[in-house]
């Protein structure tokens, strides 16, 4: 219980010149239709109260804020040939496409989410503008026998504009009713789909609904072939699919799509316009 109390205590991390103040989320939606926006450069200004959500590859995102905040989600080191250092960094080791042992020592938050020294990881990173925080789950081994990793995984949400966007990592198994009361609901979610490496269909539907997303973004996919069996059964469940064609969307709480939606994002490198 120690660790998710935890969660709830800021480490009073100094703000950045940069920052804003963050608009409060309490996690709840209230929604009208998604923005659409051509693809921007990663290098242009993000609109007010709102965030833009980039499909770099495989895991990894880059979210950005009006303010110039900056994250990566299960950060690799290389995400293109650019001059460009995150805020902060997030990674999962499960598989070495989630994470890198030698991440740049010139950014600011390298926030790891597994277990060290058998401690689950523990942040909640107030940056003003953003705030980053973690709920572990475990690692578990493929087909029978082996040792599941204890908190070896770690769902990273992200509050920022008002939204609250989770990133599931490399989850393995249906959170616990206690991981779903520390997550509460995500408004926009970027899930593997990637047919029972990480979880099947129905779980994920399951998890879905729990979470109550308006927005699902799917990532750790295989090929056309498994990204289309996840939009099938999503389709089936009752989710609208929307093939963007672009690597980027830009949201915000008013405009949170009023039927829950599968964006389908394209992954791209940075690079330079």
């Keep these: 219980m120690f660790r998710f109390a935890a969660l709830f205590l800021a480490l009073g991390v100094a703000l950045p010149a940069q920052a804003q103040l963050r608009q409060p989320s309490h996690c709840i939606a209230v929604a009208e239709g998604p923005e659409r926006v051509m693809t921007a450069s990663f290098r242009d200004p993000v609109p007010e109260n709102s965030v833009r959500i980039r499909y770099v590859d495989h895991a990894m995102f880059l979210l950005q804020t009006p303010g110039g905040l900056s994250a990566m989600t299960d950060f690799t080191g290389w995400f293109g040939n650019v001059d460009f250092i995150p805020d902060v960094v997030t990674m999962n080791n499960a598989h070495s496409t989630h994470w890198t042992s030698a991440p740049d020592p010139a950014i600011p938050h390298v ?40 908190d070896g995984n770690s769902i990273f949400v992200f509050e920022v504009a008002g939204l609250c966007i989770g990133h599931l990592g490399h989850l393995h198994h249906e959170p616990t009713p206690e991981d779903y009361a520390m997550l509460g609901r995500m408004d926009v979610v970027m899930v593997a789909v990637d047919g029972g490496l990480t979880l099947d269909i129905g779980t994920v539907l399951s998890v879905m609904e729990r979470l109550r997303s308006s927005v699902v973004i799917p990532m750790h996919w295989f090929g056309r072939s498994t990204l289309d069996l996840f939009l099938v059964g999503m389709e089936e469940a009752g989710y609208d699919v929307e093939r963007t064609g672009q690597s980027d969307l830009t949201v915000s709480l008013r405009d949170l799509p009023d039927r829950p939606t599968v964006m389908v994002l394209e992954p791209q490198i940075l690079t330079e316009p």
């Excluded at 401690?119 to 578990?140: C, F, I, K, S």
Aim: aromatic share 4%.
């Design 111 to 150: 926030l790891e989410g597994w277990t060290r020294d058998g401690q689950a990881a523990e942040h909640y990173l107030d940056l003003g503008e953003m705030l980053v925080r973690n709920v572990p789950t475990d690692v578990l081994p493929r087909g029978m026998g082996g040792v599941p990793r204890v």
